[in-house]
């Protein structure tokens, strides 16, 4: 099992970019699914991006064309580049693995790991 550690949120004005990291402990980061998930107050957690371990992507409708996932194996490291941010894309944002990429995209409860979420506000 692999510990994540997220980081780059804040605040952004509607239209801007950040970037956000998610760094992963552990042994066996090449063989993970990973996926990036986020929640608002009120609302549930809901699963926004995913990639497979050979690098396959796959995303949530209301992100596609705007979120880019990626990683970097050598530095155990995925990242999700968000573009045209909207007010409605604020949320704690929260970095997944799991050895099943069936689970980042279908069975969010079923995930082996999470990590403890950065804040991400899109504001003017």
């Known amino acids: 099992q692999v510990q994540l550690v997220e980081s780059g949120g804040g605040l952004v004005q509607p239209g801007g970019s950040l970037r956000l990291s998610c760094q992963a402990s552990g042994s066996g980061f090449r063989i993970y699914a990973m996926g990036w998930g986020r929640q608002a107050p009120g609302k549930q957690r809901e699963l926004v991006a995913a990639i497979t371990s050979t690098g396959s992507a796959d995303y949530a409708d209301s992100v596609k064309g705007r979120f880019t996932i990626s990683r970097e194996n050598a530095k155990n490291t995925v990242y999700l580049q968000m573009n045209s941010l909207q007010p409605e894309d604020t949320a704690v944002y929260y970095c997944?693995?799991?050895?099943?990429?069936?689970?980042?995209?279908?069975?969010?409860?079923?995930?082996?790991?999470w990590g403890q979420g950065t804040q991400v506000t899109v504001s003017s």
């Open positions: 997944a693995a799991d050895t099943k990429f069936h689970n980042i995209v279908e069975d969010t409860k079923a995930i082996s790991s």
